[in-house]
């Protein structure tokens, strides 16, 4: 196993990290962002909809240094998120537009439950060599705007979403589908704890660009040539609790187990550097408008 390595970043919302001791610079704003927001949406979804909030915040987070690694770094995290009466919800680096599935809700059955669709924006900030020697030779992947939809349904504690995005500017160049099965476990005035298992599906595009290694990745960072097809990247299962310390207040925190699979779990860069076995821990003080 190799060690653990373990930086502090300085936060500086909308702005690049600013420099590290030693000359090591942490990840950007918009890369750190990018990385925790679905584990921020699991914590946000156990709050009541059709209201209108701006949350900003930061916290730590404990996260592998990339995709398939086994070492990991301490990283202060920011949030943001807006969401207006449920039309539309920004959290980071992903928009969701929620207003048609608003209007079908109050004006058609969907039996006990809610349903809720709509397009997506997301951005995918990609993977930059020079964070790990691992990475030596394999080159950067660059920024994706994914487009796409989703789709979820919730009655009681329950809820199942799927989402369904494509690069349109040639960062990746693939496809992704994830599927959530989400339980609300506990839930009072104060606390919310829930559950969510998920899995996810990848193109080749975006599996070659995360974890291939063509002829000449292979002669600069060492490792066989490797190209994986389409598959299921991952199965991951997290928990999130959502506590209310004031009126504007709140504390937000989410670990989260992964296993990537099939095309990813194979890959050199994961057999011989890194892991499939990922984990990450985040926790947040928010402050609401």
């Not at 240094?65 to 990283?75: N, P, Q, S």
């Not at 994914?146 to 199942?160: D, I, M, Q």
Request: charged share 15%.
């Amino acid at each position: 196993m190799k060690t653990i390595r373990v930086t502090a970043a300085a936060l500086v919302l909308g702005c690049t990290a600013a420099a590290m001791p030693g000359s090591v610079r942490a990840q950007s704003f918009d890369q750190l962002a990018s990385s925790i927001t679905e584990s921020f949406q699991d914590a946000i979804d156990l709050l009541p909809r059709d209201v209108t909030s701006i949350r900003i915040g930061a916290g730590p987070a404990v996260l592998p240094v990339y995709l398939g690694d086994d070492r990991y770094k301490i990283r202060a995290v920011p949030v943001i998120s807006f969401r207006y009466r449920d039309l539309f919800e920004i959290d980071n680096n992903e928009l969701k537009i929620t207003g048609l599935s608003k209007l079908v809700n109050a004006r058609a059955s969907v039996g006990e439950g809610r349903l809720r669709f709509g397009p997506l924006v997301s951005v995918d900030f990609g993977r930059k060599a020079k964070r790990s020697n691992d990475l030596t030779g394999l080159g950067n992947v660059g920024t994706s705007i994914e487009l796409g939809a989703f789709l979820g349904y919730s009655v009681g504690p329950v809820r199942v979403s799927i989402r369904a995005r494509h690069d349109v500017a040639g960062g990746h160049s693939g496809a992704l589908a994830k599927g959530n099965l989400s339980l609300a476990i506990y839930r009072d005035k104060k606390l919310a704890v829930g559950s969510t298992l998920s899995t996810t599906w990848a193109s080749s595009n975006y599996m070659n660009a995360y974890f291939g290694v063509d002829a000449g990745q292979s002669a600069g960072s060492g490792l066989p040539v490797y190209q994986p097809g389409s598959g299921i990247r991952d199965v991951a299962f997290g928990v999130s609790s959502n506590y209310l310390i004031s009126e504007h207040f709140s504390v937000i925190s989410n670990i989260r187990y992964s296993s990537l699979l099939g095309g990813a779990k194979n890959s050199p860069l994961v057999q011989q550097r890194g892991s499939a076995n990922q984990v990450s821990f985040s926790t947040y003080v928010i402050y609401s408008f």
